[in-house]
């Protein structure tokens, strides 16, 4: 048994069915620590990114318009890190099958998910799949400083002409 770290996303579909509290819920049976969390406006780029595995399909186009909130009108998701023993795996139990149709019906997509007409999984979360795509994603989501563990390394750059909004 390893120490890992997994990132779970609650797509748009899960927060227009007002589904946080159901999947944090499950989730909790997996007995791992939250060590990042935030809501996330979903950028083309960053659904473009994280779906880059899927870019040559036909379907990848209308995941974008998923993954954005588009299809749903709800434009963001929210993103968490869980760490513990195994992470990977126990999160990928809980979720069940990408294919909502073959996840076991008492998972969190045989429960909630369905397939559109036109083929796309609305799973309602993302889990990773492997450590090696927990790291990217990861990466991808979260920035070092907005989990509370130290992950992978870090270096410390100076970021010149920088523009950030602060509270006023």
Do not use: C
Request: aromatic share 8%; hydrophobic share 40%.
């Amino acid at each position: 048994m390893a120490i890992e770290s997994t990132l779970v996303l609650i797509k748009p579909d899960g927060l227009k069915k007002s589904l946080t509290g159901n999947i944090l819920t499950r989730l909790s049976e997996a007995k791992l620590v939250i060590i990042g969390a935030k809501v996330v406006h979903v950028t083309p780029e960053l659904a473009m990114g994280h779906y880059e595995h899927l870019k040559e399909k036909p379907f990848f186009p209308e995941l974008v318009r998923y993954l954005t909130g588009e299809i749903h009108n709800i434009r963001r998701v929210i993103a968490f890190v869980y760490h513990g023993e195994d992470a990977i795996q126990r999160i990928r139990d809980l979720v069940g099958s990408t294919n909502p149709e073959e996840a076991n019906p008492v998972s969190i997509r045989g429960a909630y998910g369905r397939i559109t007409t036109s083929g796309v999984f609305e799973n309602i979360v993302h889990a990773s799949s492997s450590r090696e795509d927990a790291e990217k994603e990861i990466k991808l989501w979260f920035k070092p400083r907005e989990i509370v563990e130290k992950l992978y390394p870090v270096k410390e750059v100076m970021l010149n002409n920088v523009k950030e909004e602060v509270w006023e």
